[in-house]
């Protein structure tokens, strides 16, 4: 998933550039956790200096990169309240001024504006998703409304929205560069879209709205990590764990072990319906447990259910959609993507409901087989199917996942996977600084250099799970690219893999390694931005074309080349056995029915939320999932949706409201473009670097319907979709 933010409709992209000073002397260094440590001890010549807020200056490290050995907590409220009045004060200026609206006094001086509220916000919404804590989450609570606050500020300022409404009426008649005319034509859109055109009172009604929206989303956000915190298994005989790794067990008691649990064991929750300890759990008792402690997390009638937020905030975003004259929020939210309207991606989804439930029913037949096999006396539940589905995929095509991992070790998969394919595409190369500073030990940080040696941009990974992450996987900047603002990319990925114990091997299964090249496609999305304007660079795309880059990058995972690179035994160094290599070749459609269906489910319950009308009444949630999964054709308990109402961080926090299809949509484009390098030679330079020219580079500079067919030469087709996913 591309990004994780505060979710407000601000000026700011919250996903962008980043801050800080680098006064050292006069600085705290902060511990790991962001708070601040002990400061030495003062001697009696001299009195200990006061801490400088480090947010308020630009960062004079490499690429402008957060000092996080200086920033502490404390520093960021003032920071975004000061963030916040410097660039209303310089709004206010370009809305107020007398002169004749040009783009250079206009359209460029809005890009120019916001840059202390680009940098607090850059860092404060990394660290409230990665690492997070009881001050940060007040601060995010408090801050949220008064950021949507001031985006309405901006957006729905009428003497501002004037001067652009000028530009955008001659805009054939100023000769502007392709980009420059598309930035006038996105502010514009960004402007009638946040309801510029709406009447004055309309405009107070709105204000209103997107403030309560915008606290129930980050209260919502706070809640659900509580939950999932609260949520995990504890178990306290090691024999309930029976069938899991040595490694995973070890795994659980350094759980226990950091939740003052000592002899116990505890098995985290992972952001979606299933987890992947369930996969090798022998006893079904534990499997049971494990499951509905990820299904109900958010459903215990406590201070952590989410279901009363969820349901206000369906009735907020109706309500904000009928305003701006749109039936529905889906309508509003799909009218500038790729999708345009929410029919279009209900028809596209609809046409691949029926193969990927059609084959879910034959794998559920496939797996009740091999329960009555062991005679399991006992119908396959949600919780039986990932366990009794790798069975089957033993039986069927002799491949255990618990033979696969030793070959996939977390540093080797990075550096000569993920880095490795990029270099071989793209030219570029990577490495290691252990000199920047990161704002937790698990935190590592590489320089990446241009096929040509220059040096391009920095990537941070953070891939453990911890209690005070956000669940899932994603990415975002620190710094955005634009050559306008002089800025190059600063790039993160964060996931939630299973941190091995001390000593141990960080042992990943086929589906981590994806994701780790999934996320790392939308980083090469960032690092290779190439445009004048933060507004159009690299990810800050529509939903439904961000997901492309992503997507497609998975698709080296399994190339041949890059495969043999890194899937290499953590002990010997020997490569993966052909004949495991072609098994898992063999096994890559294997499961497909179960994997699309849970994400159709998930899409098309995201839509159905996101079409309700104003007048709807409040919805029961348990009901209307159960309605909404029956209507679209999901009635097949075994196979429940990726994601719950209750716990859909996706659609309630992190943005992606009536925007979930995109992962499918992007699948499409993700195969189709892949069907083209197949056409042009695979995994060459000139290949990659035409992607990099055409896709990667271009952000947002051009409709993106339009720049996808330049670098294909025809429509995308939903066929190679349906081949790769083996439901054709």
């Known amino acids: ?161 004037q001067r652009v409404k000028a530009l955008y009426d001659k805009r054939d008649s100023l000769n502007l560069d392709p980009e420059s005319a598309r930035l006038l034509e996105v502010k514009y859109d960004d402007f009638v879209h946040a309801g510029a055109k709406l009447s004055e009172a309309d405009k107070t009604k709105l204000k209103e709205l997107n403030k309560e929206s915008s606290t129930l989303s980050t209260r919502f956000t706070n809640q659900l990590l509580a939950a999932t915190k609260a949520g995990a298994l504890t178990v306290d005989d090691v024999k309930a764990l029976d069938g899991l790794s040595d490694a995973d067990i070890q795994a659980a008691a350094q759980a226990a072990k950091d939740r003052k649990l000592d002899g116990k064991y505890v098995v985290t929750l992972q952001n979606t319906t299933q987890q992947p300890a369930l996969q090798g759990m022998n006893n079904r008792d534990t499997r049971e447990k494990l499951f509905k402690a990820s299904w109900e997390r958010a459903e215990h009638g406590d201070a952590n259910d989410t279901r009363e937020i969820i349901t206000r905030i369906a009735q907020v975003r109706a309500e904000q959609a009928k305003l701006l004259g749109f039936p529905n929020y889906a309508a509003w939210k799909l009218d500038d993507q790729m999708a345009k309207k929410p029919e279009a991606a209900e028809k596209f989804m609809e046409r ?39 069975k089957v995929r033993k039986a069927k095509y002799d491949l255990d996942e618990s033979q696969v991992k030793p070959y996939f070790e977390l540093d080797n998969v990075l550096q000569n996977g993920v880095f490795y394919a990029a270099n071989q595409l793209y030219g570029i190369t990577f490495k290691e600084r252990k000199d920047i500073p990161v704002y937790q030990p698990d935190v590592r940080v590489f320089e990446v250099f241009d096929k040509d040696g220059t040096s391009m941009a920095l990537f941070y990974c953070d891939y453990f799970k911890r209690d005070n992450k956000n669940g899932g996987a994603w990415m975002s900047n620190f710094v955005d690219e634009s050559t306008l603002l002089g800025t190059k990319p600063v790039v993160y990925n964060v996931a939630n893999f299973t941190k091995p114990a001390p000593g141990q091997p960080a042992l990943l299964s086929f589906d981590d390694v994806t994701t780790m090249f999934h996320e790392f496609g939308h980083a090469l999305h960032g ?202």
Request: with cysteine.
């Open 527 to 728: 690092m290779f931005a190439n445009t004048k304007y933060v507004s159009l660079s690299g990810s800050n795309t529509a939903r439904d074309f961000v997901e492309f880059p992503s997507q497609f990058n998975e698709q080296w995972a399994s190339d041949p080349k890059v495969f043999a690179n890194y899937a290499k035994h953590y002990q010997t160094g020997a490569p993966m056995p052909d004949e495991l290599v072609a098994k898992i070749k063999k096994a890559k459609s294997f499961n497909q029915g179960y994997a699309m269906s849970e994400l159709i489910s998930a899409a098309l319950l995201d839509m159905q939320w996101h079409m309700l009308p104003a007048d709807a009444p409040k919805q029961d949630v348990d009901k209307f999932e159960a309605e909404a999964l029956k209507k679209a054709g999901f009635t097949l308990p075994q196979v429940p949706p990726r994601y719950r109402s209750s716990y859909f961080q996706h659609i309630w926090g992190n943005g992606y409201a009536a925007g979930y299809y995109a992962y499918l949509w992007t699948q499409m484009l993700d195969s189709d473009a892949f069907e083209w390098f197949k056409e042009h030679g695979g995994l060459t330079r000139e290949n990659g670097q035409i992607f990099r020219d055409k896709i990667l580079s271009r952000g947002n500079t051009e409709e993106l319907g339009k720049l996808y067919h330049d670098f294909r030469g025809k429509e995308p087709s939903i066929e190679p979709m349906l081949k790769d996913r083996g439901l054709k």
């Open 1 to 161: 998933m591309k990004v994780r933010t505060l979710v407000i409709a601000t000026s700011i992209a919250l996903t962008t550039a980043c801050s800080s000073s680098n006064d050292a002397d006069k600085a705290q260094a902060p511990a790991a956790s962001g708070t601040a440590a002990p400061a030495p001890a003062a001697t009696a010549a001299a009195a200990p200096a006061a801490h400088v807020n480090p947010l308020l200056t630009k960062s004079e490290l490499p690429f402008e990169a957060p000092p996080f050995d200086k920033i502490v907590d404390a520093d960021f409220q003032p920071a975004i309240e000061e963030g916040m009045k410097q660039e209303l004060a310089e709004i206010d200026a370009i809305a107020n001024s007398t002169e004749e609206p040009t783009f250079d006094n206009t359209i460029v001086a809005m890009e120019k504006s916001g840059a202390l509220l680009r940098r607090a916000m850059s860092v404060f919404s990394g660290l409230t998703g990665a690492n997070t804590n009881d001050t940060l989450q007040k601060v995010e609570e408090e801050e949220s409304p008064k950021l949507a606050a001031h985006s309405d500020a901006i957006y729905l300022n009428d003497k501002l929205f």
């Open 352 to 390: 691949l409901v029926p193969a990927a439930v059609a084959r879910a029913k034959s794998e559920s037949k496939d797996i009740q087989a091999a329960i009555d096999q062991d005679k399991g006396g006992f119908q396959v539940q949600a919780w039986d199917w990932d366990h009794y589905a790798e």
